[in-house]
């Protein structure tokens, strides 16, 4: 096997916040994009090239699916200062974007926006203000 498909069925994420690198995740066939800290530090949220949207715990390295956009955009996702909250938006079918927090403490997303309404997160602004069009 060459060095480049080994390295495809391996896909690692390592975080470089601690000392001594650790693997939180391994065995994937996917490019993951944009990790961010959890404000308390005990998460990482990421997504990957097809759209899907992961949270690891970083104690456990137990790894979460928590939505797929059916556009298989990369997602625009944001922590709460806490921790305890993963606010991300999520293209419809019919090509409207709603936000979505994400609870870390059941692991259930809830629809933060109205369905028929075209929301978008924008960056820079604090975690819960968005623009609806």
């Not at 390295?7 to 961010?36: I, K, M, V």
């Not at 955009?73 to 709603?98: E, H, I, K, M, R």
Request: aromatic share 10%; hydrophobic share 35%.
């Amino acid at each position: 096997m060459s060095p480049t498909a080994a390295a495809r069925r391996n896909s690692t994420f390592r975080p470089g916040r601690h000392d001594g690198r650790q693997a939180l995740t391994s065995g994937s066939h996917s490019r993951y994009l944009g990790p961010r800290w959890s404000g308390d530090g005990k998460r990482i949220a990421f997504a990957d090239q097809t759209g899907r949207l992961f949270v690891v715990e970083v104690a456990s390295r137990k790894k979460t699916l928590v939505a797929r956009d059916p556009a298989e955009l990369t997602l625009d996702y944001q922590w709460s200062p806490d921790g305890q909250y993963l606010a991300y938006s999520l293209n419809s079918v019919a090509g409207l974007s709603s936000i979505y927090l994400w609870s870390a403490a059941d692991g259930v997303s809830r629809r933060a926006t109205p369905e028929f309404v075209n929301s978008q997160s924008r960056p820079g602004l604090p975690m819960g203000i968005c623009s609806i069009s």
